[in-house]
């Protein structure tokens, strides 16, 4: 993380009333290198009140306390909230926005749910115009991005006028990224810093992306940031089992659901959506919801559960689809709807709509679109254990005869289009990309006795697994099997497009 600032906290007792008018503007800190531990500068009451934000953020203290550090009084620096989806980086920042004291202004544009840039600056002003209470909320919408800069300015003077801060936060900023003209967007929000310079306005920003990606490219000032990691198995469980009202039944529940479903899935929201139906299964055969069950019944309840797992375990595709944030809401619903839903048929894939795979599916997939676009007399050129790293056979430069055939066979395997190919070879293919990656070896290792073996039995049945789940999916075809072979052919369903989606990360 870049240099926080000094906590120079304003505390309960040390503040001016939430809303005088009176308040006088803050000043800014001073930078600093130094940190202060946050509880010991908290009095009673905030420290309960902080003990109450850290309980209803698990695993996630440390981003929780830096995120108070960052946040106020008033830092000088934007902030930049950064990790994977469902993180927490949106609960976490709402919750700790809400600790502060004064509460502060909150002005907040998810990206993800406003269909474009006019939407954005429609929603960040009319937002802006209601704080202010300015007679100008009937304004005509800005188009050009600097026309929003300057309505921005005016909008700001309002709410800043009455001596408050205001948190001015974009949320999910990668997805400006696919907006008409979103990477000069971007850059102008990025720059908003220096643009506007208006200490009582402080920026916040959250993104799935890195600092790097944004920072390099606007030469902007580099802001305080907050890396959220995923979770961990433990973190997430720890997570799911807030507010349960049997917790002994749902952690006998999740002790065998959550480490197989976890391999399919880490994102809490899918986590939630699909263990909520399977919970329901798994208590069907008892009779007292609030009973204890014992070692006995918890096996039963496991064998009852047991065929219905195993189909949760093949949907492993999701179609998030995001309300905006309008408010922190203290429950784990959060703000944002998560409906899972196969995908496959005739529907396609609507820009609109995010797909969640897991990279070990992700590698079949893309090893599968390889095996259906390649004849398979090139694939000892193309792959080989070392995953390309052994130079020792490579060949001399191609000849410009060799280089014309090769573009005649790529012309008659597009005009042809996709072919079919054995399980073997997609094994083959599969396990050469895989092989450069010790994450995804990492991914699809099964500690769990429940599922299977371990080491490659336990990669073998996960890419199993996978291909059936692509196969109902309908990314993939399974022909029927071949009478000279004896055995099933497989075609790839994915396009360029979608495979360059098919983005590991
Ligand atoms: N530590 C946590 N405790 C309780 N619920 C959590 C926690 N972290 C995440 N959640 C829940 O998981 C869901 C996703 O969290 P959130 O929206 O904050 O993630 P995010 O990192 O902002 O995701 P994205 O990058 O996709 O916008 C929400 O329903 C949220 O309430």
Redesign the pocket.
Known sequence: MSQPITPRRTTRGAAPAPDSPASPPKSRPKSSHRRQPLAAAAEPNESKSLDALLD?????RAQATDLLRLLAPAPALPLL?H????????????LALRHLRPSPRLVYA?L?SLPSPRALFASILSQLNALSSSSSSRQRVPDKPSDFIAALRDALAGAVAQGELVYLVF??LEVARGWDKGGQLLSLLLRLHDLLRLPQVVLVY???ATPDAYYTMTGSVEPNHVY?PD?TVD?AR??LM?GQSNPKLYSSFLGVVLKPLFRVTR???EL?ALLEPLFRRYCEPLGDLQAVPDEAMRRRLFEHLQPHLAVALNETFSV?M?AS?EKC?D??????A?VRRQFGGRDGLSSELEFHMSVSAKYLLLSAFLASRNPATLDAALFDSTGGSDTRNRKRKSSQASIDRKDTMAEEILMKGPGTFPLERLLAIFQCITSVSEDVLDEVECPDSMMAGSGTNALMSDVLLQLSTLCNSNFLSKSRSCPLEGSARYRSNIDEDLALKVNIS
């Not at 429950?331 to 944002?336: F, I």
């Open positions: 209803a953020l698990p695993g996630r909230l990790g994977g989806a469902a993180t927490g980086k949106t609960r976490a920042l709402l998810a993800r949320d999910n959250v993104s799935s959220f979770y973190e720890d997570i807030r994102r809490l929201d939630a998030p995001r944030v809401k429950d784990s619903s959060g703000g944002k998560s």
